[in-house]
Protein backbone atom coordinates (compact mmCIF):
# COMPACT_ATOMS: atom_id res chain seq x y z
CA UNK A 1 0.00 0.00 0.00
CA UNK A 2 2.99 2.33 0.91
CA UNK A 3 4.28 2.35 -2.58
CA UNK A 4 0.59 2.80 -4.25
CA UNK A 5 0.27 5.86 -1.92
CA UNK A 6 3.62 7.47 -3.54
CA UNK A 7 2.52 6.23 -7.05
CA UNK A 8 -0.71 7.83 -6.49
CA UNK A 9 1.15 11.10 -4.80
CA UNK A 10 3.29 11.39 -7.38
CA UNK A 11 1.50 11.06 -10.79
CA UNK A 12 -0.47 14.46 -10.99
CA UNK A 13 -3.16 16.43 -9.66
CA UNK A 14 -5.48 19.20 -10.42
CA UNK A 15 -5.28 22.63 -9.97
CA UNK A 16 -7.59 25.90 -11.16
CA UNK A 17 -4.85 27.95 -9.52
CA UNK A 18 -3.46 29.28 -12.49
CA UNK A 19 -6.48 31.28 -14.02
CA UNK A 20 -8.68 30.67 -11.29
CA UNK A 21 -11.20 28.88 -13.90
CA UNK A 22 -9.44 26.19 -16.14
CA UNK A 23 -8.72 22.84 -14.25
CA UNK A 24 -5.52 21.78 -15.79
CA UNK A 25 -2.88 18.52 -14.39
CA UNK A 26 0.11 19.40 -12.88
CA UNK A 27 3.25 17.00 -12.56
CA UNK A 28 3.96 15.67 -9.04
CA UNK A 29 7.13 14.04 -9.01
CA UNK A 30 9.26 15.42 -6.00
CA UNK A 31 10.90 17.88 -7.52
CA UNK A 32 7.86 19.46 -8.74
CA UNK A 33 6.38 19.63 -5.05
CA UNK A 34 9.74 20.86 -4.15
CA UNK A 35 9.76 23.72 -6.41
CA UNK A 36 6.23 24.53 -5.96
CA UNK A 37 6.36 24.47 -2.45
CA UNK A 38 9.66 27.03 -2.86
CA UNK A 39 7.50 28.75 -5.08
CA UNK A 40 4.55 29.30 -2.33
CA UNK A 41 7.76 30.86 -0.13
CA UNK A 42 8.44 33.19 -2.29
CA UNK A 43 4.72 34.32 -2.90
CA UNK A 44 4.28 34.83 0.24
CA UNK A 45 7.33 36.80 0.55
CA UNK A 46 6.09 39.28 -2.43
CA UNK A 47 3.22 39.26 -0.44
CA UNK A 48 4.32 41.23 2.41
CA UNK A 49 7.01 43.10 0.36
CA UNK A 50 9.86 41.33 1.39
CA UNK A 51 10.85 40.23 -2.37
CA UNK A 52 10.54 41.30 -5.95
CA UNK A 53 11.28 38.20 -7.23
CA UNK A 54 9.12 36.66 -10.08
CA UNK A 55 7.47 33.47 -10.01
CA UNK A 56 7.74 31.41 -13.00
CA UNK A 57 5.93 28.15 -12.99
CA UNK A 58 4.71 25.71 -15.76
CA UNK A 59 0.93 26.96 -16.48
CA UNK A 60 0.27 23.36 -16.91
CA UNK A 61 1.60 19.71 -17.09
CA UNK A 62 1.72 20.00 -21.08
CA UNK A 63 3.72 23.39 -20.70
CA UNK A 64 7.79 23.38 -22.17
CA UNK A 65 8.27 26.42 -20.84
CA UNK A 66 7.78 28.42 -17.49
CA UNK A 67 5.33 31.09 -17.11
CA UNK A 68 5.15 34.45 -14.21
CA UNK A 69 2.52 33.69 -12.27
CA UNK A 70 0.28 35.42 -9.44
CA UNK A 71 1.57 35.22 -6.24
CA UNK A 72 -2.36 34.76 -4.84
CA UNK A 73 -2.36 31.93 -8.01
CA UNK A 74 0.94 30.08 -6.57
CA UNK A 75 -0.18 29.73 -2.99
CA UNK A 76 -3.94 28.49 -4.73
CA UNK A 77 -1.69 25.72 -5.98
CA UNK A 78 0.74 24.95 -3.17
CA UNK A 79 -2.81 24.86 -1.27
CA UNK A 80 -4.11 22.20 -4.06
CA UNK A 81 -1.06 20.31 -3.90
CA UNK A 82 -1.29 19.85 -0.21
CA UNK A 83 -4.65 18.42 -0.20
CA UNK A 84 -3.71 16.18 -3.37
CA UNK A 85 -1.18 14.93 -1.09
CA UNK A 86 -3.26 14.43 1.95
CA UNK A 87 -5.97 12.92 0.30
CA UNK A 88 -3.85 10.07 -0.73
CA UNK A 89 -2.39 9.94 2.69
CA UNK A 90 -5.44 10.04 4.86
CA UNK A 91 -6.59 7.11 2.03
CA UNK A 92 -3.38 5.16 3.11
CA UNK A 93 -4.12 5.23 6.46
CA UNK A 94 -7.41 4.34 6.21
CA UNK A 95 -6.41 1.17 4.29
CA UNK A 96 -3.48 0.43 7.13
CA UNK A 97 -6.56 0.40 9.67
CA UNK A 98 -8.85 -1.32 7.36
CA UNK A 99 -5.66 -3.82 6.45
CA UNK A 100 -5.12 -4.30 10.58
CA UNK A 101 -8.77 -5.11 11.14
CA UNK A 102 -8.82 -8.34 8.67
CA UNK A 103 -8.63 -11.70 9.90
CA UNK A 104 -6.95 -13.88 6.91
CA UNK A 105 -3.75 -13.48 4.76
CA UNK A 106 -6.62 -14.03 2.27
CA UNK A 107 -8.45 -11.23 2.98
CA UNK A 108 -5.55 -9.06 3.34
CA UNK A 109 -4.23 -10.58 -0.06
CA UNK A 110 -7.42 -8.94 -2.17
CA UNK A 111 -6.95 -5.67 -0.85
CA UNK A 112 -5.53 -2.83 -3.80
CA UNK A 113 -5.32 0.77 -3.38
CA UNK A 114 -8.87 1.11 -4.99
CA UNK A 115 -10.67 -1.37 -2.50
CA UNK A 116 -13.81 0.46 -0.53
CA UNK A 117 -13.64 0.23 2.52
CA UNK A 118 -16.40 -1.43 4.49
CA UNK A 119 -18.64 1.60 6.76
CA UNK A 120 -19.57 -0.14 10.24
Not at 9 to 17: L, M, P, R
Not at 25 to 30: A, I, K, S
Amino acid sequence: MNLACQNSIVNTFKSNAFDGETIEDYDCQLTDQSRINGLVTIAQLRLVNLTTEPINYYKNKEAIKCTEWQSQNMLALGLDLKRHIEKNTNRYEDLKIYINSLNSIEEVQKVIWDTVIPTT
